[in-house]
Structures are given as structure tokens and as C-alpha cells.
């Protein structure tokens, strides 16, 4: 009796061993009010750029979502906003997008993808130029995204956006000279 006593505890300690470690408290990292202001837009809204020569583009927020990305123990949030331009001809499906989420050691990952424009742009490891004038507004804290030539081509013929964490996207330069400032 006292064998089978003996063999029963050491098998609740291997399975105590084994299983216990993965039954650790969840974490929760979540993103704070500060942070979720890289997502400016709400969902349906419109911002629209115009050229001096009078030639517009429009842009529509087709989804802003909020969810985790589990890791267990750790649930990561994540939040989304998605965009098109309204009138884009071009072949192939170009999205924009602005994302921010919490890793695991709850770290701000913030960044975001514009239509024609060939990169990803990784806000958390860009530092915002302290104060830009754009189209005559003095903005705070603008970060300045440029395209390396070598990528410019009619399917990515964005080179430059000028983003703010509190006003958004504020202006566009093209390969053909063109400054698009956001009008609305």
C-alpha cells in the first residue's frame, strides 16, 4: 500500500511539473487611451488631399477594429484602422492601414501602410520632427515617412507622408512633383 502511495505522489509531481507551468495567470497587455490616438480616424469617415492644381483624391475608412493576439499566457491588443482611396484605378487591391498593439513584454508596436507608398512605416522606431509648418499650420511632433527611389514606380508613386499621432495624415508627395495637402 505504501509503494502505490508512494508511486502516486511521484506521479502528481511530474504531472504538477509538467502542467502547472503552463497554467500560469493570463496577462493582459493592453493598449492605453495615449497610445490609441495613432488611430485618429473612426470608421466611414473621409479625409481628402488636394494639389494646388485642384486635383483631389479621396480616402474612406472602411474598418476600425480592436482585438488580441494571444501568446499564452499573454494577450497582446491590437487595434486597426483600414482605408482606401475612393477613386483608385489601379490594378491589384492597395489598403491603407494604421495599426498599434502590446507585445508580450507589453512594448507599443505602432505603424502604419498608405496606398502607393512602398514600405511599411514603423512609428516606435522613427523620432517626430518637433514642429513642421504644412500648407501655412504649425503641427507638432510630425513624422516624415520617404520612399527610397529605387522602389518608386507607377503602382508606388507615393515618396513622402507627413503623419501626426493627433491630426493624422497631413500631406502627400508624389514622384511627379505633386504635394497633396489634406484639406478637411
Not at 502516486?8 to 495615449?34: H, M, R, S, W
Not at 485642384?54 to 487595434?79: L, M, Q
Amino acid at each position: 500500500m505504501k509503494m502505490k502511495l508512494k508511486g502516486y505522489l511521484v506521479a502528481a509531481g511530474f504531472l504538477c511539473i509538467f502542467f502547472l507551468p503552463g497554467c500560469k495567470k493570463p496577462v493582459y497587455n493592453q493598449i492605453t487611451e495615449d497610445e490609441a490616438m495613432y488611430l485618429t480616424y473612426m470608421e466611414n469617415e473621409h479625409f481628402i488631399f488636394a494639389t494646388s492644381g485642384a486635383a483631389i483624391d479621396t480616402y474612406f475608412v472602411t474598418r476600425r477594429d480592436r482585438g488580441y493576439i494571444t501568446d499564452k499566457p499573454y494577450y497582446n491588443e491590437r487595434a486597426t484602422v483600414t482605408f482606401k482611396n475612393f477613386g483608385d484605378t489601379l490594378e491589384g487591391y492597395y489598403e491603407g492601414m494604421i495599426r498599434v498593439e502590446k507585445d508580450k513584454d507589453n512594448h507599443l508596436l505602432a505603424y502604419f501602410v498608405f496606398p502607393h507608398f512602398p514600405k511599411t512605416v514603423n512609428l516606435h522606431e522613427m523620432t517626430p520632427f518637433p514642429i513642421d509648418t504644412i500648407n501655412g499650420i504649425v503641427y507638432e511632433n510630425v513624422y516624415i515617412a520617404t520612399s527610397d527611389p529605387i522602389w518608386n514606380n507607377p503602382y508606388n508613386y507615393i515618396n513622402k507622408v507627413y503623419y501626426t499621432k493627433k491630426e493624422g495624415f497631413l500631406k502627400l508627395e508624389d514622384i511627379y512633383g505633386n504635394t497633396w495637402y489634406k484639406i478637411n
